[in-house]
């Protein structure tokens, strides 16, 4: 087990990298921030050169790998961080120096225990793309066919799990500190989901296995598309995949000068989202612009896979409906289902909820296309989520930050393309066919033949008791920390010191999860 000073040691090298920066200041003035924290952050910034603008994509960036990731994660809780910060982290390039390609060669032979020469024609020894975690090179496999190769970078899992434990730390002992907002935000869950999702980018047969499981989901969409994976050439540390031709969908001037249809481009990408998470329930995460490419014949194909996001079908019900709620104007049913799927605690009020959403959506309502934003309805609901005390729902996290991207690049395709008209006649009609009464018909006798099926077993388990589940799924297991701030700390001497640190080092984990909250 790590040591507390080597967590904290770690914790204060990387407060001070975000210090430089100017991401850890306005925590002073942070009203929610605790007073123990505010005097510490101010110990963290002493001496340092801050810039004008905070910048807090490049002070993650400084810090490292893991921290990239976690920036990214945070980009999605303009909630946590605040609108300036998220907004700055959606900016955050997850790109560093490549690894030589000599290391890249000898794990690449060592992951298949073969030959190179038995899988590969050739390989480029200058990588198309350098990242936190792996690195793509093009490739000829022994039977001709052109692929792209990525690699883990070498000792990348190991240094991944190290920073992570310190997260888990200093997650841990800020809710230690007794603040009601660290609790409602729960930083320890955070964590918990972003180690999560990091384990699975790490090991690149669940990558495969994603982007097969979407594909087949998406058989039936046309004009888009997902690389096919070489399943002889991938395993946990290197993942071959067919190569894509194709214009980067960011490169709108070159699209024009081919010939395709920027209207229809935009509004096929936001319909192929919408299918994936809404229909399917299961979508591609990473939508930014470096991971999807335009053929030839106007298909969009997307890559990378490592971040999925995966919604259940009632969940999916309960946003469908939310999201048509806000488009028709209906704003008592959209804080009905909040209410129906426990995401506000039920001693607030119904009518006083739904009078906040309107405050949300009226101001949105008449104004010109170009005007109209998903995002901005997405900062307007966390702006009173904390007044209805509604806690962070981390399944949601990845799908709120995959529809900003989306419009983003929609918006870039067509500035003139509304969100809400695009997305609004097939969310109605997913909700009729869904929520319509051959949907409820359905459901029933399915449902009742399925307990017929299962009575047995229920009369003998009659006296359980199963609580009402909510809309958010349960927390995932959190891991056991030994605090040494808090009330179940160790009563024992010698520990001032430690309890001194640990404050210190919460303070500056503080500064970095909350750092976008500027006066």
């Known amino acids: 087990m790590t040591r507390p ?113 038995e899988l590969f024609q050739e390989i480029d020894p200058k990588p198309v793309g350098a990242a936190s975690i792996a690195q793509v090179h093009r490739a000829v496999t022994s039977d001709g066919r052109k692929v792209a190769l990525k690699v883990l970078r070498p000792g990348i899992r190991e240094q991944f799990a190290r920073d992570i434990e310190t997260y888990e730390w200093a997650a841990a002992h800020l809710e230690a500190l007794g603040s009601d907002e660290a609790r409602r935000l729960r930083p320890q869950l955070t964590i918990a989901n972003f180690k999560r999702w990091t384990n699975r980018e790490l090991d690149l047969r669940r990558e495969a296995a994603s982007a097969s499981e979407l594909a087949e989901n998406m058989k039936g969409f046309a004009g888009y598309r997902v690389p096919e994976i070489d399943w002889d050439r991938t395993n946990g540390r290197v993942m071959t995949v067919e190569w894509i031709d194709g214009t980067k969908i960011s490169k709108v001037e070159e699209l024009k000068a081919k010939g395709h249809d920027m209207d229809e481009l935009a509004n096929r990408l936001v319909l192929a989202f919408l299918t994936q998470a809404i229909s399917g329930g299961y979508f591609h995460a990473d939508m930014h612009q470096g991971n999807l490419f335009v053929e030839d014949d106007g298909t969009i194909a997307a890559i990378d896979f490592g971040i999925m996001g995966r919604i259940d079908r009632r969940a999916r019900m309960w946003l469908a409906e939310i999201l048509y709620g806000l488009t028709t104007g209906n704003y008592r049913r959209v804080a009905e289902i909040h209410f129906e799927a426990q995401y506000v605690p039920s001693y607030h009020s119904v009518d006083e909820f739904a009078t906040a959403l309107r405050a949300v959506g009226e101001p949105m309502r008449g104004k010109p296309v170009k005007e109209l934003s998903v995002g901005q309805m997405l900062d307007g609901l966390f702006a009173i989520t904390r007044d209805f005390d509604m806690q962070t729902q981390p399944h949601l996290l990845l799908l709120q930050k995959t529809m900003v991207m989306v419009e983003g690049i929609a918006t870039q395709l067509n500035p003139e393309i509304n969100m809400w008209d695009t997305s609004a006649p097939y969310v109605r009609n997913w909700v009729r066919d869904e929520l319509g009464p051959e949907a409820a018909l359905a459901d029933a006798v399915k449902e009742n033949f399925s307990t017929l099926l299962k009575l047995p077993d229920l009369l003998r388990r009659v006296d359980e008791k199963f609580p009402a589940k909510g809309g958010a799924p349960e927390a995932p297991p959190l891991p056991e920390i030994e605090l040494i701030v808090g009330p179940t700390a160790p009563k024992r001497r010698g520990w001032l010191g430690y309890v001194a640190a640990a404050a210190a080092g919460a303070g500056v984990f503080y500064g970095a999860t909350m750092l976008g909250w500027i006066a």
């Open 5 to 117: 000073s080597t967590h904290i040691w770690r914790i204060l090298k990387w407060g001070r990298k975000l210090a430089k920066h100017g991401a850890l200041r306005g925590i002073e003035s942070d009203p929610n921030a605790p007073v123990q924290v505010k005097r510490l952050v101010r110990l963290a910034r002493l001496g340092t050169f801050q810039p004008a603008t905070p910048d807090y994509a490049t002070a993650f960036k400084a810090i490292g790998p893991a921290a990239i990731k976690l920036g990214q994660t945070l980009a999605t809780r303009p909630d946590l961080v605040g609108e300036e910060a998220a907004h700055n982290l959606l900016g955050l390039q997850d790109d560093l120096p490549p690894v030589v390609f000599s290391e890249i060669e000898a794990s690449i032979a060592a992951t298949f225990e073969k030959p190179l020469s």
